[in-house]
């Protein structure tokens, strides 16, 4: 640590109570009033050193110069910068008594030098150019130069006034953007053995600084052109430190408590809501530079403490220019607001993925059709669109939040609606969704569970999805026959596919063995024909099938629209056990034919396989 020794003679003041005494042999002549406390000091040893002091004496004895041996001085230096502690230092300096001017008490001394006007004029070496020396030496050790910063706090006008303020972050912020590999730690000599310096070797030391000082420190490095992620990383490692909820994740009843275990006080709401609101401003603009994680984790926060409107818009907006970095745990915020309509706020969510869809993700994808097999999928979201991570973690939200019974249609709907139909390339996530809506929503209308399944294509349903959705019994029956219908289609066209496949090897096999066989080989010739007939014979065999399965169906549909019977023998034909709600509905059932009216499709669709077939054509 810099440090100077001054003066030579031994310390002769001693405190009683609340008044320093000095010991000279001499009576005390002048009483200097320090806030509450008093020093019992003589005249000439002051005015010697102070141009301030030497003034206030003789204005005391309105230069009557017989009064100085009659009367003693009382002088009254209440807002002398540093209080009495740094004026006892003055005081010894004063008398020549030993003092040693250190990182943590030059500052409090070169202020209280400036305001008593110790110059050159009053003696050489005074204690202005004795401080302002050891600033040289201060300057030259991060250390040294963190504490006489932290100290500046005790007499800030002053410090600020005499510029020592600025120079200590000018200092500061020349070490921090200083490239690590050039020097190693300590950063002032010393015998120790130096070891490797990595870029955040800074931001613990920083983060003990103010509010206010830390952020004309961050200003500061970064217009020397500090990275800016590693400014982000300064600062999010002081909100940590300062911000009690940023060190877990907030909950409903997190409150205003510190981290158990912890012995340091809590700041006030206020102190961290205006903490919050300034940290926000210090992040950098740049997008990805933020982690998406602390990003929700300070909104979470800002919403905890009533931070201003403009402080969360800020956070929602940079969150949704990088959401599809996010991850659902994180997106699950509870709704803290006066209303608590649901259980978790479904409206910031609505504005973080209306911000995402601003920024203009994956323009080009819109002209694809989305087709993405589920072999795709499985490869890991590094193969996912922006676009389409954000459609999969959207559904796996809707899922989380669909059994909140407070959840309007309108807002699932809503939000469900915002990312396009070529952004899903399979429909899986958005139909666990809905299905786990209605269950929640039994009290649904037909035509409200009709607009909600709206929201899926029954076309990108897996496999196992669409069996599942055939046997469920909380889906609107058309939504029914279009999974029924589609999944036909598909079993067609595979079919049909294979039955194209089969025939051209066929035809390859027989060309094969006509050029390339030899002709005394007649039983490998002879064998490879017999396993392509029988191959060919067993695909037109499962397609002949097909056909009569698709033309039954297409017969039972168009008999049910002209007879206009129930639908519980065409729910029968493919295993769905519909059960009615009471035995009165049986009753109706069993009784009035249904009204729900099916147009088939065409013969023609469904002799081509025409997968293109719309919705609209299995009846309103």
């Given at each position: 640590m810099a440090r100077v020794k001054l003066g030579s003679k031994s310390d002769v003041f001693h405190l009683d109570g609340q008044v320093w005494l000095c010991s000279t042999g001499l009576p005390s002549d002048a009483i200097i009033e320090v806030g509450e406390t008093s020093f019992h000091l003589h005249k000439f040893p002051l005015l010697s050193r102070s141009s301030v002091l030497e003034k206030l004496i003789r204005e005391f004895y309105d230069g009557d110069e017989k009064k100085y041996e009659d009367k003693k001085c009382v002088l009254q230096l209440h807002d002398i910068p540093g209080g009495a502690k740094t004026f006892l230092l003055v005081a010894k300096f004063c008398y020549g008594v030993k003092i040693e001017l250190t990182a943590l008490n030059v500052v409090g001394l070169r202020c209280a030098a400036e305001y008593l006007q110790m110059n050159e004029d009053y003696g050489e070496k005074n204690l202005i150019a004795q401080t302002e020396s050891l600033f040289d030496e201060v300057f030259g050790n991060w250390a040294d130069t963190i504490n006489a910063l932290e100290t500046c706090e005790e007499v800030l006008p002053h410090a600020e006034e005499l510029h020592i303020v600025s120079r200590c972050i000018d200092s500061l912020a020349i070490k921090a953007c200083a490239d690590p590999s050039l020097f190693n730690w300590p950063v002032s000599g010393c015998n120790s053995m130096p070891h490797p310096v990595h870029e955040d070797w800074w931001y613990e030391d920083v983060s003990f600084l103010t509010l206010h000082l830390f952020k004309r420190l961050i200003l500061i490095i970064g217009s020397r052109g500090m990275k800016p992620d590693t400014i982000a990383r300064s600062v999010l490692f002081y909100a940590k430190k300062h911000l009690p909820l940023m060190g877990r994740q907030s909950s409903f009843d997190n409150g205003n408590h510190a981290a158990s275990g912890s012995n340091?006080?809590?700041?006030?709401?206020?102190?961290?809501?205006?903490?919050?609101e300034e940290i926000v401003t210090l992040l950098p603009d740049e997008k990805g530079i933020?982690?998406?994680?602390?990003?929700?984790?300070?909104?979470?926060?800002?919403?905890?403490?009533?931070?201003?409107?403009?402080?969360?818009?800020?956070?929602?907006?940079?969150?949704?220019?990088?959401?599809?970095?996010?991850?659902?745990?994180?997106?699950?915020?509870?709704?803290?607001?006066?209303?608590?309509?649901?259980?978790?706020?479904?409206?910031?969510?609505?504005?973080?993925?209306?911000?995402?869809?601003?920024?203009?993700?994956?323009?080009?994808?819109?002209?694809?059709?989305?087709?993405?097999?589920?072999?795709?999928?499985?490869?890991?979201?590094?193969?996912?669109?922006?676009?389409?991570?954000?459609?999969?973690?959207?559904?796996?939200?809707?899922?989380?939040?669909?059994?909140?019974?407070?959840?309007?249609?309108?807002?699932?709907?809503?939000?469900?609606?915002?990312?396009?139909?070529?952004?899903?390339?399979?429909?899986?996530g958005i139909y666990r969704a809905i299905d786990r809506y209605l269950k929640a929503h039994p009290w649904l209308t037909d035509?409200?569970?009709?607009?909600?399944?709206?929201?899926?294509?029954?076309?990108?349903?897996?496999?196992?999805?669409?069996?599942?959705?055939?046997?469920?019994?909380?889906?609107?029956?058309?939504?029914?026959?279009?999974?029924?219908?589609?999944?036909?289609?598909?079993?067609?066209?595979?079919?049909?596919?294979?039955?194209?496949?089969?025939?051209?090897?066929?035809?390859?096999?027989?060309?094969?063995?006509?050029?390339?066989?030899?002709?005394?080989?007649?039983?490998?010739?002879?064998?490879?024909?017999?396993?392509?007939?029988?191959?060919?014979?067993?695909?037109?065999?499962?397609?002949?099938?097909?056909?009569?399965?698709?033309?039954?169906?297409?017969?039972?549909?168009?008999?049910?629209?002209?007879?206009?019977?129930?639908?519980?023998?065409?729910?029968?034909?493919?295993?769905?056990?519909?059960?009615?709600?009471?035995?009165?509905?049986?009753?109706?059932?069993?009784?009035?034919?249904?009204?729900?009216?099916?147009?088939?499709p065409s013969t023609k669709s469904l002799q081509n396989g025409n997968q293109n077939l719309g919705k609209d054509e299995l009846g309103d």
């Open positions: 340091l006080s809590v700041p006030s709401n206020t102190d961290q809501r205006t903490l919050l933020t982690p998406t994680k602390l990003l929700l984790r300070l909104l979470r926060t800002s919403m905890i403490l009533n931070a201003s409107r403009s402080c969360q818009e800020s956070l929602e907006k940079r969150v949704g220019a990088q959401l599809n970095e996010a991850v659902l745990e994180d997106l699950l915020i509870p709704n803290i607001g006066y209303s608590m309509e649901t259980l978790y706020d479904v409206d910031c969510v609505q504005r973080i993925l209306d911000h995402f869809m601003l920024v203009g993700h994956d323009t080009a994808d819109s002209t694809s059709n989305g087709a993405v097999d589920e072999g795709q999928l499985m490869e890991g979201s590094h193969s996912l669109t922006p676009m389409t991570m954000v459609a999969t973690l959207l559904d796996s939200y809707l899922a989380e939040v669909a059994p909140d019974v407070t959840l309007k249609l309108p807002k699932f709907f809503s939000l469900a609606a915002v990312i396009p139909d070529y952004a899903r390339p399979l429909d899986d035509s409200e569970r009709e607009q909600i399944c709206r929201l899926m294509d029954c076309q990108k349903l897996s496999l196992e999805a669409s069996t599942h959705a055939a046997q469920n019994e909380r889906l609107p029956l058309r939504v029914i026959v279009q999974v029924l219908f589609f999944e036909q289609l598909r079993l067609r066209t595979s079919v049909a596919g294979w039955f194209f496949v089969s025939d051209n090897l066929e035809n390859s096999q027989n060309q094969s063995g006509n050029i390339s066989l030899p002709r005394n080989d007649h039983s490998a010739q002879e064998g490879c024909g017999e396993d392509g007939a029988i191959a060919v014979d067993d695909v037109r065999e499962r397609v002949f099938e097909l056909e009569k399965e698709c033309s039954s169906m297409k017969q039972e549909i168009e008999t049910l629209v002209k007879t206009k019977g129930s639908w519980n023998s065409f729910c029968r034909r493919f295993g769905i056990n519909r059960k009615l709600k009471s035995g009165e509905e049986k009753e109706k059932a069993s009784s009035k034919p249904c009204n729900v009216k099916v147009s088939p």
